[in-house]
């Protein structure tokens, strides 16, 4: 599966941004696709992710800001981003893995889009 994530950039505290998405499977079946970010000096977090079957989890710190959007049809997953504040400031990173019938999935990565929020 590969991964290309678009619609980071620079905003002020309170605005919105959009991130988009979308998956190049070759065949495989996606099972949980989502996001998650990263802060400077700071490990990989949860934003938000949804499985195949409908069930959506947030972090903690984006509850009630942030709404994730996927179209399992096109392999694409949105996430729309309001309120921000300036600790949502990190990388981006789209994440997805196969559904397999047994066993750890095979999880990928695209490769970031930076998100800035300024105070």
């Known amino acids: 599966v590969q991964l290309l994530e678009s619609g980071g950039g620079l905003v002020q505290a309170g605005g919105s941004l959009r991130l988009s998405c979308v998956g190049s499977t070759r065949g495989m079946r996606i099972n949980t696709m989502g996001w998650y970010r990263q802060a400077q000096g700071q490990e990989r977090e949860l934003v938000a992710e949804t499985l195949r079957g409908g069930t959506i989890t947030y972090g903690d710190a984006v509850k009630g800001r942030f709404t994730i959007f996927r179209d399992k049809a096109k392999n694409t997953v949105d996430l729309l981003m309001n309120f921000l504040k300036p600790e949502d400031t990190g990388v981006y990173y789209c994440?997805?893995?196969?559904?397999?019938?047994?066993?750890?999935?095979?999880?990928?990565w695209g490769q970031g889009t930076q998100v800035t929020v300024s105070s």
């Open positions: 994440y997805a893995d196969e559904q397999v019938p047994d066993g750890i999935p095979p999880g990928y």
